[in-house]
């Protein structure tokens, strides 16, 4: 966390996985609690998260009718080639939908959204 917060005063992002509520990696956020601040989430709200839609894309790009990998080394220069070409105008549009998005999920009492 020091890496990708260095200053101490990030927020981190995590949804409510069943993963993400194991008790070791509650008490691992419970003793880095002064490195960074984690963001209550709601259960069930992958529409809130605007980092879905981005796998999303990437695996489809990935599943494009392409040679598959032959081996890892191909998959991960072909996952950094998808991740650095990605469109900044879907990054806007996405960051745009966000106050959309929690309107939606709010109207809808945390169920389903078009999202």
Not at 16 to 33: D, G, Q, S, T, Y
Request: charged residues 20%; hydrophobic residues 40%.
């Amino acid at each position: 966390m020091a890496f990708v917060f260095p200053t101490g005063n990030g927020i981190f992002q995590q949804y409510n996985a069943p993963c993400h509520k194991a008790r070791i990696v509650l008490e691992w956020f419970e003793e880095h609690n002064n490195e960074f601040h984690l963001m209550s989430w709601p259960p069930n709200s992958p529409d809130l998260n605007p980092m879905e839609y981005i796998w999303d894309v990437m695996k489809r790009q990935l599943r494009a009718p392409t040679p598959p990998c032959p081996n890892i080394s191909t998959l991960r220069d072909r996952c950094l080639d998808i991740w650095y070409n990605l469109s900044p105008a879907m990054y806007n549009k996405l960051v745009a939908s966000m106050p959309r998005r929690v309107a939606a999920v709010l109207k809808a009492k945390g169920g389903a959204t078009r999202y």
